[in-house]
């Protein structure tokens, strides 16, 4: 619903009413769109990595969040 904040009780409430499956479907059809559009058009695809490198810039170095800490818990422990 417009002007509803996410996951707020009048969310929820609007949940499963016809409102809600609308939203969804116009958000859905433009990001499809999009999709369609990148998978069909390279150049689309190689301009955005192109201005995305440039506002990145040359001097960009990734660093984790993390650091070089290990992780605080192990969700794999025991898992093979």
């Known amino acids: ?36 559009d990148l998978i069909n058009d390279s150049a689309i695809v190689a301009a955005a990595k192109k201005e995305f490198e440039k506002a990145r810039g040359d001097d960009f170095e990734y660093i984790p969040v993390l650091g070089d800490r290990e992780p605080a818990m192990d969700y794999r422990e025991g898992v093979k």
Do not use: F, L, R, Y
Not at 11 to 35: F, Q, T, W, Y
């Open 1 to 36: 619903m417009p002007g509803t904040s996410a996951h707020s009780w009048q969310e929820v409430a609007a949940d499963g009413m016809s409102i809600g499956k609308n939203g969804m479907i116009v958000a859905a059809k433009p990001i499809a769109a999009i999709g369609i």
